[in-house]
């Protein structure tokens, strides 16, 4: 029977923390700023792929490795990006009982940040006129009659910005799955769940308060597949991982045994580290199953970080995508976009926090820059929750530095 993980997506931070002013921080500070900077290492290889210039900086990894034996998580990699130009690093092993080590090339379980993926493939679609932001569930879900009165107003940009009044977690009880197949077909498990979802009055009423919850894009994710006859998965492949480029990109575990070449999710038994090839259910995918590596997610940041390209979105809908709505249950200094968080900070930043419970991705966008940073790691617990974090705060603070702005809101 289908359950929610309880290690699995959590509600995440949705603005970079300040920089910590413990002595551990200064260490780490001092670590990674006082070692040189990220931009140029002194052995810097190049490549490129296609209109993006892709650095493999040894400088950056062997700072990610000394880090990662401080934090002792098995892999963890970098990507820095300023305009064109990416920067990636990568240190420790693909899994924690083999010695083979991490490729910049390998993909990351990305999490929660596939919520932004999700809401872009929606941009996409409103931009053909196929939805609306406003679209209602009454008009998007016609046929489902059953549908509780209160939810009928709510509209896809409440469930994006996760004000619908859905539940954060634990709803997949024995009693709310009752008479749900693990067998059917993705699409039909999440017509089933979005059903099963609506039909019950809200926890909160809606449009009233942010509560984070995965549930509102598996329903984003069914809407998307009524309204197009696509699976939501070759739908991303189609509005987003094509058209960007983004060719090292996929859905669920990066490594199992029937493809070990690959990073490693880890789990923590008695303590210590072991691999597993344990996962969302693919059900709620559009809430936080796709995995890239770096350099293919740095394609997607960099349609974020330059927004008014219109190219692949027009230039209203990502500004759509990007404008903070402050409302109830945010923290103090934080506002929702739509897959984003947004920082009351000059510049303004588009953040993410992602996990499944055995990897970790930390991501931000920095627009006004045309900027970005991405920071991965191949295990989920608090050591590499922790440690992610405060890598990502670091290598923002040496853009904002780079740009002579601040990182205080």
């Known amino acids: 029977m289908i359950q929610d993980n309880g290690r699995g997506p959590p509600t995440e931070e949705i603005v970079n923390s300040m920089i910590r002013s413990n002595a551990a921080s200064v260490a780490l500070a001092l670590m990674l700023i006082g070692c040189g900077s990220v931009r140029v290492g002194s052995k810097v290889e190049v490549g490129r792929a296609g209109d993006l210039r892709v650095r493999t900086d040894p400088d950056l990894g062997r700072r990610l490795e000394a880090l990662r034996k401080e934090g002792g998580v098995p892999g963890i990699g970098a990507g820095i990006l300023r305009g064109d130009d990416l920067t990636v690093a990568v240190a420790g092993v693909r899994r924690i009982d083999q010695e083979v080590a991490l490729e910049p090339t390998d993909a990351f379980h990305l999490g929660s940040d596939t919520k932004a993926i999700t809401a872009s493939t929606v941009a996409r679609l409103v931009d053909r006129g196929v939805l609306r932001w406003d679209e209602s569930l009454a008009e998007a879900m016609p046929e489902f009659t059953d549908m509780n009165p209160a939810f009928k107003a709510v509209t896809l940009e409440m469930l994006l910005r996760h004000v619908a009044g859905l539940p954060q977690s634990g709803a997949f009880t024995p009693e709310f799955t009752e008479g749900f197949d693990e067998s059917w077909p993705v699409v039909q498990q999440r017509a089933w769940m979005a059903r099963r979802f609506l039909s019950r009055p809200p926890l909160e009423p809606p449009g009233t308060r942010f509560v984070?919850?995965?549930?509102?894009?598996?329903?984003?994710?069914?809407?998307?597949?009524?309204?197009?006859?696509?699976?939501?998965?070759?739908?991303?492949?189609?509005?987003?991982?094509?058209p960007l480029g983004m060719v090292d990109c996929g859905f669920g575990p990066t490594a199992t045994k029937a493809t070990p070449s690959g990073s490693w999710a880890h789990d923590v038994k008695d303590g210590r580290y072991v691999p597993t090839e344990e996962d969302n259910p693919p059900l709620i995918g559009p809430a936080g199953t796709v995995h890239c590596s770096l350099e293919a997610w740095a394609r997607f940041a960099r349609a974020h970080a330059h927004p008014d390209a219109g190219e692949w979105l027009t230039s209203p809908s990502m500004a759509h995508l990007h404008e903070p709505n402050e409302v109830a249950g945010t923290s103090p200094?934080?506002?929702?976009?739509?897959?984003?968080?947004?920082?009351?900070?000059?510049?303004?930043?588009?953040?993410?926090s992602g996990s499944n419970g055995y990897n970790v991705a930390e991501i931000v966008v920095i627009p006004r820059l045309g900027a970005a940073v991405m920071v991965v790691c191949n295990a989920g617990d608090e050591r590499a929750r922790d440690l992610s974090r405060r890598v990502r705060d670091l290598l923002v603070e040496e853009l904002m530095s780079e740009s002579g702005s601040s990182t205080r809101e």
């Open 212 to 242: 984070y919850s995965n549930y509102g894009y598996l329903i984003v994710g069914h809407i998307l597949e009524r309204v197009t006859g696509t699976a939501w998965e070759d739908l991303v492949r189609q509005e987003v991982f094509r």
């Open 333 to 352: 200094g934080k506002d929702i976009g739509l897959g984003w968080g947004v920082t009351r900070t000059d510049p303004p930043r588009l953040t993410h």
